[in-house]
DNA sequence: GTTAGCATGTAAGGAGTTACATGATTTT
DNA sequence: AAAATCATGTAACTCCTTACATGCTAAC
């Protein structure tokens, strides 16, 4: 398997081209508009993935529009769109199930939030009550190693501590908004399963959170 | 040479001990508790690293104490301290003088940050300047790219460009205030080179960022 | 007609992690 | 005397980036 289990890019790539086909290039600045704040990929990640994905048979390559069959004449076609399989969306369900650290780690937690649309209400739940741990135990280490210090710390010291415990803080508060949200939302209206014939069946009891507090 | 230049581990490793002369496991603790909401290295990057500053004659094995020496008796000692070399303190100075992207891109920006007392101010300025940069670019680009977007997004998607964009917005109001302290503070008191013979002989124009807003 | 941006790809390598292996020291 | 945690280290691997190489296509 080219494409190791772990890999962000491969859910990332998945998702997105469920939504609609791409090609590399519009894939690319797709993603690093919706992630672009986490984190961005580069070209060289990118085409090996979509071909490692081409080779496990996840994705084909859409056949031309007449439009661009014209220019394909001349020989090679300049773009290449992609589009999922079959087999490429039962293994983005399976992606979507996992709910372990390998979703709510730093490096994933974003691509995994990005696609909850396709995820099951539960699922979600416990990736944003991971999330919340995994950034609990973080301030908690901190602060106990923290109080552990002898010395005083300079000022830019305490100024990087600060900004990061409040950043920390505020993303665990925005956790607790969205649970809260999910619980609520699940418990008024439980889940309806909709076989869509697409490969991904499940609707959201409700359009997703509905901020409730500011 | 075995440590790359962009390498961030280098800095943190030769920064700390710059403060107190440590060994492995605690060097990693420490980096843990002071970077910790950022990032958290492992033993398998740290040893390595240890090791290939060593063989470079930045850092030296510090004799052990006496209390220590009795245990030693038995064989190998169970703790190695090391401490820096002349040359090590020369290689963080050369560190701590960088102010290009490997300066403040998200990966280095905290620790080059976290050693900010032994950085001149005018290094200081322009990494926070280029990492505020950096960060209205990222914003920029996202919201170009969202405002060209044609479909309609569900409602996890906006909650997680609305969280993003709070954020990296939170971090450049961080900056602006450290920025303007910064200026102040260099206007105030013009930059005063103190010779303490330890190689770090820059003394900050006072005690840092002392947090004008709230 | 030439610059800018679109589009695809590869080779080499960087910066780390995980998992393992081992033994010393302290606590209970 | 068992368990926890302190302490050091290595091999294999992952995931991604940088830099390069190439050609098409639209705009000015």
Redesign the pocket.
Known sequence: MA????????LAVLGSLHETPL???????RLNALLGMF?????????????SLLNDGLIMEEPPTPAESV?AL????????YKLTAEGKERLQELLTQSG?SAW?D??FGVHFAFFRHTEAEVRLRILEGRRSRLEERLEGVRTALARTRERLDSYTLELQRHGLESVEREVRWLNELIATERSGARAVPEEIIETGDGIGIRPPDEGPQRTAE
Chains 1, 2 share one sequence.
């Open positions: 494409v190791g289990k772990g890999n962000v890019l491969e090609h590399g290039y519009e894939l690319r600045k984190r961005a990929f580069s070209y060289g990640s990118l085409y090996p993935c979509l071909r220019t001349t020989g090679r076609r300049s773009k290449i769109v650290p780690e490096e994933s």
